[in-house]
């Protein structure tokens, strides 16, 4: 099963965008599909594989940090090659 990710990295600090970099260049490294905008970051790719990869990912980064928010979406199919038809 495929499932599409939005996540939205909030660290509550002032220096807070190494963190976000740091976060984003993990999600790149994966090899699975990643998209951004200057207020998400969406990773696509097959259910066990994404969600293993983010479990990772967000502890480390919720270890890291004193204050944080991560909002994320998830939506059951790979939504990597939308494209409006509008």
Known sequence: MNISVE????????????PIIDFI??????GLTVLENP???Q???????VMELLHNEIKESFESLDHVVLTMKLVKSDR??????F
Do not use: C
């Open 43 to 49: 990773v696509f790719g097959e259910y066990d594989v």
């Open 7 to 18: 996540l939205t990295l909030s660290p509550l600090q002032d220096n807070f965008e190494p």
């Open 39 to 41: 207020l998400s970051t």
């Open 25 to 30: 260049k993990k999600l790149r490294a994966s």
């Open 80 to 85: 990597s090659n939308y494209e409006p038809h």
